[in-house]
């Protein structure tokens, strides 16, 4: 008898960020990251120089959860997200925990892009979603293997999600999405007239 498998999973992890910790006001939150972003002299400065459209605190702050009491709160939560995303991965901790290793602030105006990449020395990465305007990008997923592919022929147009080259999650304002660091991911460019705000995340095992 005929048997086929999948094998080899690659897991994406999609929630509610308030099933798990306390609620974070969607509102309250962009107006930290706004504000943020307006007082950070060197994280434009970097965005500048870098060729960065919109805003960025990865290269310029790295106290978000200290500095403020609703980023201290996102943690929280994203600790309790990040912990059943491993428990649904099956990883072996072997007494070890995953922690939070950086926490950033996105805002991509209006025809800005984030290009395709992976979080190399890190376990989880992931984003939570602040405002997702009518037209902001969708998070774009490659699949891994796409460069041993060689000379396989193009995948059908209603192909079955898992067996897509890429996969695009739309996701709504206040979820989470997890995924094993090393899967390569874009931000295609944002066609809304309004910024696409997010706070993104990697946690490394210690």
Not at 48 to 56: F, Q, V
Not at 67 to 72: G, K, L, N
Not at 91 to 115: A, Q
Request: hydrophobic share 40%; proline share 5%; aromatic share 10%.
């Amino acid at each position: 008898m005929t048997q086929i498998k999948s094998l080899f999973v690659t897991r994406l992890y999609h929630a509610a960020l308030s099933e798990h910790g306390a609620p974070i006001d969607p509102a309250e939150m962009e107006a930290s990251c706004y504000s943020i972003a307006e007082d950070d002299e060197a994280g434009q400065e970097w965005c500048e120089a870098n060729g960065y459209a919109g805003y960025t605190s990865y290269a310029s702050l790295t106290d978000l959860p200290w500095r403020f009491p609703i980023f201290a709160d996102l943690v929280k939560s994203l600790d309790a997200h990040v912990a059943a995303f491993a428990k649904d991965a099956e990883f072996d901790l072997d007494g070890r925990k995953l922690v939070l290793e950086d926490l950033w602030i996105n805002i991509l105006p209006e025809g800005g892009i984030h290009t395709s990449h992976i979080h190399p020395h890190s376990v989880v990465s992931g984003t939570t979603y602040v405002a997702m305007p009518e037209g902001a990008s969708a998070l774009k997923l490659e699949d891994p293997r796409s460069q041993m592919m060689m000379a396989a022929p193009a995948r059908l147009k209603d192909a079955r999600e898992e067996m897509r080259q890429f996969i695009y999650v739309a996701p709504a304002v206040g979820d989470v999405l997890l995924w094993e660091s090393w899967l390569r991911h874009e931000v295609p460019m944002n066609l809304s007239e309004d910024d696409r705000i997010s706070v993104s995340f990697n946690y490394r095992w210690e």
